[in-house]
């Protein structure tokens, strides 16, 4: 009767490490398949986003304040005063770009 208790023992502890094993096994599919399943959401993602980026920021209200007033000073032939204007523009625009 024990030998037939050891058998029905070892049985069971393989049968039990088999399931084990299997499980394990499914997870590690069902993981990778996540992580492909994410990588191409994350990918078309990303290629959304950046078709929704302009490719060329707009100007602030202030930066094209300042040029349509330096048009005018060059215009008008007030050519330091227009340059005063364009060297303030180009600091905002450089502010701007650090900020970022």
Excluded: C, G
């Excluded at 191409?40 to 100007?59: A, G, L, R």
């Excluded at 930066?63 to 005063?84: G, M, R």
């Amino acid at each position: 009767m024990e030998n037939t208790h050891t058998e029905e023992f070892n049985n069971f502890n393989v049968f039990w490490d088999k399931k084990m094993e299997e499980y394990i096994n499914e997870a590690k599919k069902i993981e990778e398949s996540l992580l492909i399943k994410q990588n191409e959401f994350n990918k078309t993602f990303e290629q959304e986003i950046e078709k929704s980026i302009p490719s060329k920021p707009k100007e602030s209200a202030e930066l094209l304040n300042l040029k349509k007033v330096e048009e005018q000073l060059a215009l008008q032939k007030e050519y330091v005063e227009a340059h005063k204007v364009q060297q303030k523009r180009l600091q905002l625009v450089i502010f701007f770009i650090i900020q970022k």
